[in-house]
């Protein structure tokens, strides 16, 4: 399917202080750390989660939407073998 299109905003909800954030996402890297605006706590992905787009944000990082487009396993960064 030709045109898919990926969204490159995403907001992110800290759940440390519910703050949320709306980041552009990079599409050349995963962002693995980030560092919440109101609170200052520092987020990292979920176990499974490749970024922390992924893990805290209402949109996932722009690889796995390719992938969830094309009907691919969702893996992004190359993270470990198995589950
Ligand atoms: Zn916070």
Redesign the pocket.
């Known amino acids: 399917m030709i045109g898919t299109a990926i969204e490159l905003r995403s907001t992110l909800t800290?759940p440390?202080?519910?703050?949320r954030t709306t980041e552009t996402m990079p599409t050349d890297a995963c962002q693995y750390f980030y560092d919440?605006p109101?609170?200052?706590?520092v987020l990292s992905p979920k176990p499974g989660d490749c970024c922390v787009f992924c893990s805290y944000a209402d949109t996932p990082c722009p690889p796995i939407q390719e992938a969830s487009a094309a009907g691919e396993p969702t893996a992004c960064c190359g993270g470990g073998a198995g589950g």
């Open positions: 800290c440390d202080c519910g703050a919440c109101a609170c200052g706590s």
